[in-house]
Nanobody, 125 residues
Framework: QVPLVESGGGSVQAGGSLRLSCAASGYTASTYCMGWFRQAPGKEREGVAYITTYGTTRYGDSVKGRFTISRDNAKSILSLQMNSLKAEDTAMYYC???????????????????WGQGTQVTVSS
């Protein structure tokens, strides 16, 4: 399976913005659900947002109104626009895809099969 490759992480001050991208060349519009997750040191992996192949989205409560997930099926790119960043958003961010023929979208990490290596986001207060 072609890997998922995240980019766009970095260091930013609180209130700033970052845009994460995930190159997903092995995944097409037939991959029903793709998502972004994050994991801070000592914490469990947390669902940030998902998007279905039809464009339906869902966000974790802590990022609603600040983050926007999008996918370009033609270019096989998954994106996460992060605005009004807070120190508590500091984490490693991962993109993920559900197994083929899965018609379920959740914010549970265990429902996703394929993962990228992650990109670090650090927000200073």
């Amino acid at each position: 399976q072609v890997p998922l490759v995240e980019s766009g992480g970095g260091s930013v001050q609180a209130g700033g913005s970052l845009r994460l991208s995930c190159a997903a060349s092995g995944y097409t519009a037939s991959t029903y659900c793709m998502g972004w997750f994050r994991q801070a040191p000592g914490k469990e992996r947390e669902g940030v947002a998902y998007i279905t192949t039809y464009g339906t989205t869902r966000y974790g409560d802590s990022v609603k109104g600040r983050f926007t997930i999008s996918r370009d099926n033609a270019k096989s790119i998954l994106s996460l626009q992060m605005n009004s960043l807070k120190a508590e958003d500091t984490a490693m961010y991962y993109c993920a895809a559900v197994p083929p023929r899965t018609q379920l979208c959740t914010l549970r990490a265990g429902d996703y099969r394929d993962w990228g290596q992650g990109t670090q986001v650090t927000v200073s207060s």
